[in-house]
């Protein structure tokens, strides 16, 4: 059981590692042929990635079983529209050097999720839980006030574009990769309309005529699942808590990688933001730490 374990909390730390890392490096490269287009192949190759997984570890009949709920359906269509919403504005804050303010999204969305948890399912608060959420709600509170454009306006959507994501896949309680295979097939009409658009006004990078680009963009899908798979896997093997610790690996090496490597502004007003949500993560993490 203790080998079990120590595996979760490995493959959950590579999949934070892999998110927060290897993602930020990979999606930021690819910047150059524009946010817009590179969200599109991100829903593209998710799509084709998962269609192939879900071939390899034969699960095909958990994805019938599913499309056959006309709730399931609904739920993932609205989980579909968050994931996108997600995916569409972390690629734009990577395009447009806010990753900082998206990691604010990331270390905020754990505690977020946990006030979710309490308006939507009843779950209870102790009085350190309450004291984390109140604390980012001041950290908000307090950007918005020295001045709106200080508002981490894109970490926000992320924070809270995740949390109500996380919040309906956990009403339905379905099969992570086969979910998100059926919320990437919602979006793919319109990814592949847009495909078709850039394509026939010459905007399209990736051309047959250009193999190792083609290749490189198409390692967007794997880049979104791989780490899922790793979590997710994590997750199964030593339970929320500790991986709820582990996350937080994500927006710390987004932070590095936002100040120290990509050299993005950080005004005195985030840092005061930045303190109480770094106080508040700590508080939260020995919560978790202390009930697990």
Not at 206 to 214: G, K
């Amino acid at each position: 059981m203790n080998k079990e374990f120590n595996k979760g909390l490995l493959l959950a730390g590579f999949g934070s590692f892999w998110w927060g890392f290897i993602g930020v490096l990979y999606f930021e490269y690819l910047t150059f042929i524009g946010h817009f287009e590179l969200v599109v192949h991100r829903c593209l190759w998710t799509s084709f990635t998962l269609l192939i997984t879900t071939s390899v570890f034969s699960k095909w009949s958990i994805f019938f079983n599913i499309i056959q709920n006309k709730k399931n359906l609904l739920y993932l269509f609205i989980s579909g529209f968050l994931i996108f919403i997600n995916w569409s504005i972390w690629i734009y804050a990577v395009a447009t050097e806010r990753i900082i303010d998206a990691s604010f999204g990331y270390f905020i969305m754990p505690i977020l999720s946990v006030m979710l948890g309490y308006f939507f399912f009843n779950e209870k608060l102790n009085k350190k839980r309450v004291i984390s959420i109140f604390l980012v709600l001041i950290s908000i509170l307090y950007l918005l006030l020295v001045s709106i454009k200080a508002l981490p306006w894109v970490g926000l959507i992320v924070a809270f574009s995740w949390g109500f994501y996380n919040l309906i896949r956990k009403k339905i309680n379905i099969d992570t990769d086969v979910g998100l295979l059926i919320e990437s097939l919602f979006i793919l009409p319109f990814a592949t309309m847009a495909f078709y658009l850039i394509a026939i006004n010459n905007f399209n990078d990736f051309e047959l005529s250009n193999p190792t680009m083609m290749l490189f963009i198409f390692l967007a899908g794997p880049m979104t699942v791989i780490p899922l798979f790793l979590y997710v896997r994590g997750v199964e093997l030593c339970g929320l808590g500790p991986t709820g610790m582990i996350f937080y690996i994500t927006p710390t090496l987004q932070f590095i990688l936002g100040y120290f490597y990509y050299g993005e502004l950080f005004s005195i007003s985030k840092l005061v933001s930045f303190i109480l949500i770094w106080i508040a993560v700590i508080i939260y993490l020995k919560d978790l730490y202390e009930t697990n």
